[in-house]
């Protein structure tokens, strides 16, 4: 046989060969992505000083009849270790003058008046001493708010993701992003597996894919079907007009009376009549302030004397509220967590006492988002305390750990209705999903 033959051969294997090499090469190539690409990409994705910018105004809507809200019995939470029992300390009071917690005879529905504290002193609603910025500025205003809670928590985890197949070390990096930004050992785990699914099944090979994965993973962990708008609103009931009644519970310096204020502020630039509760009694000053807020946005205020029956401020508050016919009753407690059962008989007695004559519509539970762990142990005690219906989560301006809110939700099974951005008169926003996770990831 020729040699002829054979040199064609070999010549035509070797060609393809080559051929095959230069194409896996290639396609091997498009499959890895750096970590250069995904710096190049996030240029260009990142919104020019983008933060925390709710699409809509805070949410609002009547009391009475609540619509069906999925139960969430304790036992099933996660990560219920570590729970304060009975007569722990749950945080340092801020100022020393306390007073214990005594039993005090409830007040008689007919009889109001014959509670064992100081009668309340109405005060006249005075006219607002400030304009309040319409809800479309303050929400413009706030943008940038969670610069401290974005850097650490979007950049690392956008780092990690883009930088293509991920290893098992790579992983565990990425899971201590999110245990660092305080989301918690279970939540944690299941965002990590959610990634893992959505990254292998729709063959992410881009960091821009993977910015998106990521983004509809941590929103869909914040998703719920439970309604986010504050029931502030009034109704009727047998045909006569009955203020929504929120009640605003917290442990001491979370931002409660800072909040009621801010959500007086709210209801009023939108047209409403506030009555609002000072309630916390333990400190002369609580009153003070709330009295101050209510100067500022003009609405009324009731409060007794310091050390007076926090649960007959609270009825007379309603009662106040209720003869007046304005819109909503917001009544600021006292969060003083001495010890569980303390709790129980103030903050219990309160909500009965107040639906002595009007059912309690929302019950907002005021967390601030600095405390990490420890408030939300707080937040266990109270919703085992006071069926609570809504959380407030203040200070996120000044966190890095943003991931809470994912942690708080879960775990209490109640929806985070509004966030704190600031000590501002306007800094409270609603809180979306969407775009929190848009702020979160942004630099
Ligand atoms: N940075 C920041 N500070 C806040 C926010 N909300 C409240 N604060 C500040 O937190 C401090 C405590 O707020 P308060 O409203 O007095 O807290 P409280 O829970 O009513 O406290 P007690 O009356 O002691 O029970 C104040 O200095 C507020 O200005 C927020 O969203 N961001």
Redesign the pocket.
């Known amino acids: 046989m020729s040699s002829t033959p054979w040199f064609w051969i070999v010549v035509v294997a070797v060609v393809v060969l080559v051929a095959v090499l230069v194409a896996g090469l290639l396609i091997a190539r498009r499959r890895r992505i750096s970590l250069d690409e995904s710096k190049a990409a996030d240029v260009v994705e990142k919104p020019k000083g983008g933060g925390y910018t709710a699409t809509g105004g805070i949410a609002l809507a009547p009391g009475g009849e609540k619509t069906e809200e999925p139960a969430h019995p304790v036992e099933e939470r996660p990560e219920t270790d570590g729970q304060p029992a009975v007569g722990d300390d749950a945080s340092v ?3 020393s003058a306390q007073r214990t917690v005594r039993d005090v005879e409830l007040p008689e529905p007919a009889e109001p008046a014959e509670t064992s504290a100081p009668e309340p002193e109405p005060e006249p609603a005075p006219v607002p001493a400030e304009e309040i910025a319409p809800a479309t500025g303050r929400l413009e205003r706030l943008r940038g708010r969670l610069g401290k809670s974005r850097s650490v928590f979007g950049q690392s985890l956008l780092g990690l993701l883009g930088a293509g197949d991920l290893d098992e070390d790579s992983w565990q990096d990425v899971e201590d992003t999110l245990l660092m930004a305080d989301l918690g050992a279970a939540t944690t785990t299941e965002i990590v597996e959610r990634l893992r699914e959505e990254l292998k099944r729709r063959a992410v090979r881009t960091s821009e894919e993977a910015r998106t994965v990521l983004q509809e993973v941590l929103t869909s962990a914040l998703s719920t079907d439970a309604v986010r708008a504050v029931r502030a609103l009034p109704h009727t009931v047998d045909g006569k007009k009955q203020p929504a009644v929120v009640l605003v519970a ?10 009621t204020g801010k959500l007086a502020r709210v209801l009023v630039a939108q047209g409403s009549t506030v009555v609002l509760g000072a309630a ?1 009694t ?2 002369a ?2 009153a003070d ?1 709330l009295q101050t807020w209510a100067e500022r946005v003009g609405a009324e205020v009731v409060r007794g004397k310091e050390g007076a029956d926090p649960a007959a401020v609270a009825f007379d508050a309603v009662k106040r509220g209720t003869e007046a016919g304005v819109d909503a009753v917001l009544v ?1 407690t ?3 967590l001495h010890t569980k059962t303390g709790l129980m008989d103030e903050l219990g007695k309160v909500k009965r006492v107040v639906e002595k004559q009007a059912k309690v519509d929302e019950v907002l539970l ?1 967390l601030d988002a600095t405390t990490g762990q420890n408030g939300l142990m707080q937040a266990r005690v109270f919703s085992e305390v006071i069926d609570v219906t809504g959380i407030v989560l ?5 966190t890095a750990k943003g991931g809470i809110v994912f942690q708080v939700q879960r775990e209490l099974g109640v929806p985070v209705k509004l966030v ?4 501002g008169p306007d ?1 409270l926003a609603p809180f979306e999903p969407g775009a929190f996770v848009e702020a979160l990831l942004s630099s």
């Open positions: 009071p801020r100022d917290g442990v001491n310096g979370t931002g409660k009376t800072t909040t916390d333990f400190r000053a609580a302030q600021d006292a969060g003083r005021v203040t200070k996120l301006d000044g704190g951005l600031g000590e800094d």
